[in-house]
């Protein structure tokens, strides 16, 4: 074994004698090569590594699609992209999502249930159904919950599912069922709330439940949820600030 060692050290000693005999001449360091020496390319230290900068967004994500951002390196101009979803599904006052995006995105985070828009004359509401054959309690198509969209001022109706102004939703529930209630609840706060999975979407939903046992509605960062009981109907409203 020391033979060997002695006998590579040899090598690489005559390799570096004979690789550069006269004066290296170096070339600086870049982002991705060291300083290495233009007559017989011995390097010296590390790369550089570039020097992002800020990311700048190139394809804007929306509430259907994700978005693609851009960093450019200050020094050597090369570029990377990465892809980013809307982090949250609401700004200024009102939701990012259409009636007919939210459905899809609703479908997606419900529990048993599944949520498809409908027309009906001039209304329009998304009807929230059960899906049998998961779990025993859901019975397939079993009516659970009307969801209606405003624009603050007005209901929207036949022909606005494509309408980005929603800024209050009202989910009219049909169940008395408290399980099944929360189940929609969770979805509908995953939905409009990007930043909330399910852990976070039960902790707001109970924090709703309290408010809800004082009357009072729960202001979440910049959304509100009110859980209201009349006439033994329970209906939720969500509210965009
Ligand atoms: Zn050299
Ligand atoms: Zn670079």
Same mark, same amino acid.
């Given at each position: 074994?020391?033979?060997?060692?002695?006998?590579?050290?040899?090598?690489v000693?005559?390799?570096? /004698?004979?690789?550069?005999?006269?004066?290296? *001449?170096?070339?600086?360091?870049?982002?991705? *090569?060291?300083?290495?020496?233009?007559?017989?390319? &011995?390097?010296?230290?590390? $790369?550089?590594?570039?020097? #992002?900068?800020? #990311?700048?967004?190139?394809?804007?994500?929306?509430?259907?699609? $994700?978005?693609?951002? %851009?960093?450019v390196?200050q020094?050597?101009? *090369?570029?990377k992209?990465?892809? +980013? =979803?809307?982090?949250?599904?609401?700004?200024?006052g009102?939701?990012l999502?259409?009636?007919?995006?939210?459905? !899809?995105?609703?479908?997606? @985070? /419900?529990?048993? !249930?599944?949520? !498809?828009?409908? &027309?009906?004359g001039?209304?329009?509401?998304?009807?929230?159904?059960?899906?049998?054959?998961f779990?025993?309690?859901?019975?397939?198509?079993?009516?659970?919950?009307?969801i209606?969209?405003? $624009?603050?001022e007005? /209901?929207?109706?036949?022909g606005?599912? $494509?309408?980005?102004?929603?800024k209050?939703?009202y %989910?009219?529930?049909?169940?008395?069922?408290?399980?099944?209630?929360?189940?929609?609840?969770m979805?509908?706060? &995953?939905?409009?709330?990007?930043s909330?999975?399910?852990?976070?979407?039960?902790?707001i939903?109970?924090?709703?439940?309290?408010a +809800?046992e004082?009357?009072d509605?729960?202001?979440?960062?910049?959304?509100?949820?009110?859980?209201? @009981? =009349?006439?033994?109907? +329970?209906?939720?409203?969500?509210?965009?600030?």
């Amino acid at each position: 074994m020391k033979k060997i060692c002695l006998a590579l050290l040899g090598i690489v000693l005559v390799l570096n /004698l004979n690789a550069c005999s006269c004066k290296h *001449e170096w070339a600086a360091a870049t982002c991705t *090569e060291p300083k290495t020496c233009l007559k017989c390319g &011995e390097s010296e230290g590390d $790369d550089l590594g570039h020097n #992002w900068g800020d #990311w700048e967004i190139q394809t804007k994500a929306t509430a259907a699609k $994700d978005g693609v951002k %851009v960093s450019v390196c200050q020094r050597c101009g *090369e570029e990377k992209t990465e892809s +980013y =979803r809307l982090e949250t599904f609401f700004e200024s006052g009102h939701l990012l999502l259409s009636p007919d995006e939210f459905c !899809q995105r609703l479908t997606e @985070k /419900l529990y048993c !249930q599944k949520a !498809q828009l409908k &027309e009906n004359g001039s209304e329009m509401a998304a009807a929230v159904k059960g899906v049998g054959g998961f779990d025993a309690q859901y019975e397939e198509g079993e009516p659970i919950a009307a969801i209606f969209f405003a $624009d603050g001022e007005n /209901l929207l109706g036949a022909g606005e599912k $494509d309408n980005r102004s929603v800024k209050i939703l009202y %989910v009219h529930f049909y169940t008395e069922d408290q399980s099944k209630i929360a189940h929609t609840m969770m979805g509908v706060i &995953e939905t409009c709330d990007g930043s909330a999975d399910t852990t976070a979407a039960g902790k707001i939903g109970k924090e709703i439940v309290r408010a +809800y046992e004082k009357n009072d509605v729960y202001h979440g960062d910049g959304i509100n949820y009110g859980l209201t @009981k =009349r006439n033994g109907i +329970y209906e939720f409203a969500v509210t965009i600030e």
